[in-house]
T-cell receptor, first 115, second 116 residues
């Protein structure tokens, strides 16, 4: 699992409340990602980070912000949750192997329900 | 932008038989990576197999192999001797080969059912 821990694993919240999801990794990987998974859409990239305090937007970034103050932690924040943000959220890291090979490993996911 | 298309929402196969899952993609890049991920009911995303576009040889991992057709932009997954544990969602994914932080572009997935 490449040392990736997501918390919480499940969360139910109300519309309009702020929510923060945490991704923690123990292997000093530089690149980290947040995806969301919805029925009929596969996984879509929300935001990614290429180092401490270095982040950028992905395909579906509206309504989300991220922060990375330490190498090991990548936080995803919904400033004011909406029902359309009900989804399963996955954190991932990108590992570069010998020969320039790249692989992404995923956390176990967080199921978020916005009522 | 790159796109990945999986045209089979669901596939069914008898245990011990062979099944092929289809994936096509669109890109203007000449070098890139392609992946198949498996997602069982536990929801964990598990890497099954990967292919570098510059390699002509098709990747294999035990009972899993791919048929990579670069000109046709096709990347199918063949599962031989299907087992009950192979039942899962399978996602095809694409990534540019740049050394940066590019994320993966996923298809919508194929639900694989194994009939005992």
């Amino acid at each position: 699992d490449a040392g990736i821990t997501q918390s919480p694993r499940h969360k139910v919240t109300e519309t309009g409340t702020p929510v923060t999801l945490r991704c923690h990794q123990t292997e000093n990987h530089r690149y980290m990602y947040w995806y969301r998974q919805d029925p009929g859409h596969g996984l879509r990239l929300i935001h990614y980070s290429y180092g401490v305090k270095d982040t950028d937007k992905g395909e579906v970034s509206d309504g989300y912000s991220v922060s990375r103050s330490k190498t090991e932690d990548f936080l995803l924040t919904l400033e004011s949750a909406t029902s359309s943000q009900t989804s399963v959220y996955f954190c991932a890291i990108s590992e570069w192997l010998a020969g320039g090979r790249n692989i992404q490993y995923f956390g176990a996911g967080t199921r978020l329900s916005v009522l | 932008a790159q796109t990945v298309t999986q045209s089979q929402p669901e596939m069914s196969v008898q245990e011990a038989e062979t099944v092929t899952l289809s994936c096509t993609y669109d890109t203007s890049e000449s070098d890139y990576y392609l992946f198949w991920y498996k997602q069982p009911p536990s929801r964990q995303m598990i890497l099954v197999i990967r292919q570098e576009a510059y390699k002509q040889q098709n990747a294999t991992e035990n009972r899993f192999s791919v048929n990579f057709q670069k000109a046709a932009k096709s990347f199918s997954l063949k599962i031989s001797d299907s087992q009950l544990g192979d039942a899962a969602m399978y996602f095809c994914a694409y990534r540019d080969s740049g050394g940066g932080a590019d994320g993966l572009t996923f298809g919508k997935g194929t639900h694989l059912i194994i009939q005992p």
